[in-house]
Nanobody
């Protein structure tokens, strides 16, 4: 059974940092795209960042480029999201997701999802 379990969310001040982790289990993710999405209250879920598990290529939303870094850890089978210079508009529930083979910025294309972790940035 595939499981994606997020951790690392919390409350942080404007300009602070957080590191989210997604522990993946239940299958090999070698052919998968691993991504982070977020959903703020009253808004649709939006793409944040993605990485190709096999070769480490990365993709970012314009709103987080230069502030967030996605990476994968083979040994721990995790995907991490380092978030720096956080802003109040980054406040959302952050979700880890996995999609087989193809890169997509649409949440509709992703096969597996975690339960989400709350990130709150205070001003």
């Amino acid at each position: 059974q595939v499981q994606l379990v997020e951790s690392g969310g919390g409350l942080v001040q404007f300009g602070g940092s957080l590191r989210l982790s997604c522990a993946a289990s239940g299958r090999s993710f070698l052919r998968y795209i691993m991504a982070w999405f977020r959903q703020a209250p009253g808004k649709e879920r939006e793409f944040v960042a993605a990485t190709v598990w096999s070769d480490g290529r990365t993709y970012y939303a314009d709103s987080v480029k230069g502030r967030f870094t996605i990476s994968r850890d083979y040994a721990k089978n995790t995907v991490n999201l380092q978030m720096n210079n956080l802003k109040p508009e980054d406040t959302a529930v952050y979700y880890c997701a996995a999609n087989y083979l193809s890169m997509s910025r649409s949440d509709h294309d992703y096969d597996y999802w975690g339960q989400g972790t709350q990130v709150t940035v205070s001003s």
